[in-house]
Every structure is written in structure tokens, then in C-alpha cells.
């Protein structure tokens, strides 16, 4: 007997969006456990936004308010250190995430296996240190704590300016425009021949459930595999 055919999972994401943190972790932690091809699809949540018709939740008081005490406790359960900036407005609606996800893109292209640690990176600086993601020098920071070697890093730098960095982000927005989807994190679970849409970090149950896998919380156990 073979051995049992990898259950493809795609998770479009933004290192914007502290949610698709969690998101993230769980699924690159049950990534053996559930026997996933994981595939990392960076997009740009300001051209979700704009092209769902969907509005931040930091535009709504009440929502900012709410989102401040749920990472707090998500942090905790998940066991990720979320920490929101100091200025969570100006990072998220004044900054943005655009270079940062063009960069990210740039060494997924370069080094597809970097692309976790270096999107992880990004999440700590913004979501857990406080620390830049739009300048040149931030992204060669992250990419030395990610251990990219210093020609990727460079390289990704320089290339993330050109036309094929640009066109691939807004192609992997559209792609996730064009299956529904309205916010981050956005995951597509193959099943049978279709296309299983969920939004956020709390529908692992259900994965699970269509799946037929076991959901164990988490944390199992911190997989980096």
C-alpha cells in the first residue's frame, strides 16, 4: 500500500492581520498530524478590503475595543505572543502591509521553505515587538532572524519592486476574491474535488470534521516539522 495522499490546504494570508497569526501556527503545527500539503498563498488585505466591500473592524470602535481583550486571550490559549502595538490604527490603516507582503512573496519565489520563518518574522515585529515592516532595513532584519542567508535576503529585497512581485500579489488577492473570500485569514481546505472555504482562526473543528481528522486543541505539540 502507498502511502496516503496529502490533503491540500491553502492558507491566503497577511502579516497585517494578527488572526491570520493564529491561523498560521495552528496549521503549520498540524501539518504532519493531519498529513496536509500546506500551501502558503500571501495576498494583500487593503485589496481584499476594498475588492469584498468589506469594512475593518479598526474603523469600528466598539469592534478595536473588543480586539484589544481578544488577542490578549487568544495569545494566551494559543500560546503565541501577541502583543498589540502601540498605535495599532496608524500601524494597520496609515502603514499598511503592502511592502511587507511583496517581500514576503519575493522569498517565497526565491526559497519557498523561508517562507514560513520569514512570515513569522514579520508577525513578531508587528503583532509582538512593536517594530517596523515597511522600510528596507526592517526587511533585512526580519530576514536575518528567519536565517535567510544575506543573497536571498538582498535578492528578495531587490526584486520585490518588479513587475513579476507585483503582478503575483495581485494575482494571489484576486485568486482569493474570486472564491469568496472577504478577510484574513482565508483557508482552502481540497476535499473530493471541492473547494471548503473558511474564514479566521476558530474553524479547526469543522476542518477537522471534513477532514476526518482529530482536533486537539492548539498546540500539538508546537510542531516546527
Known amino acids: 500500500m502507498g502511502s496516503p495522499v496529502k490533503k491540500t490546504v491553502e492558507l491566503f494570508y497577511d502579516v497585517i492581520s494578527p488572526y491570520s497569526w493564529l491561523a498560521f501556527e495552528v496549521l503549520t503545527r498540524y501539518k504532519t498530524k493531519w498529513n496536509m500539503d500546506l500551501q502558503l498563498k500571501p495576498f494583500f488585505l487593503g485589496g481584499i478590503m476594498q475588492g469584498a466591500g468589506n469594512r475593518p473592524p479598526g474603523l469600528v470602535p466598539n469592534k478595536m475595543a473588543y480586539m484589544d481583550q481578544d488577542l490578549k486571550r487568544l495569545g494566551g490559549y494559543f500560546r503565541v505572543p501577541l502583543k498589540a502595538p502601540s498605535d495599532p490604527a496608524d500601524v494597520m490603516f496609515n502603514k499598511g502591509s503592502l511592502a511587507a507582503m511583496r517581500y514576503v512573496l519575493s522569498v517565497d519565489l526565491l526559497q519557498k521553505e523561508k517562507t514560513e520563518p520569514i512570515s513569522r518574522e514579520f508577525w513578531m515585529r508587528v503583532w509582538s515587538r512593536d517594530e517596523d515592516i515597511t522600510k528596507p532595513e526592517s526587511f533585512l532584519q526580519a530576514a536575518a532572524k528567519a536565517q535567510l ?61 471534513i477532514m476526518g481528522e482529530k482536533w486537539e486543541g492548539p498546540l500539538p505539540e508546537l510542531s516546527k516539522m
Open 149 to 209: 542567508s544575506d543573497d536571498v535576503a538582498k535578492t528578495a529585497l531587490e526584486k520585490m519592486t518588479t513587475d513579476e512581485i507585483k503582478n503575483k500579489l495581485k494575482a494571489n488577492t484576486q485568486e482569493a476574491l474570486d472564491m469568496g473570500t472577504f478577510g484574513a485569514p482565508t483557508i482552502i481546505l481540497h476535499k473530493d474535488g471541492e473547494k471548503h472555504l473558511f474564514f479566521g482562526g476558530d474553524r479547526f473543528e469543522l476542518m477537522a470534521h
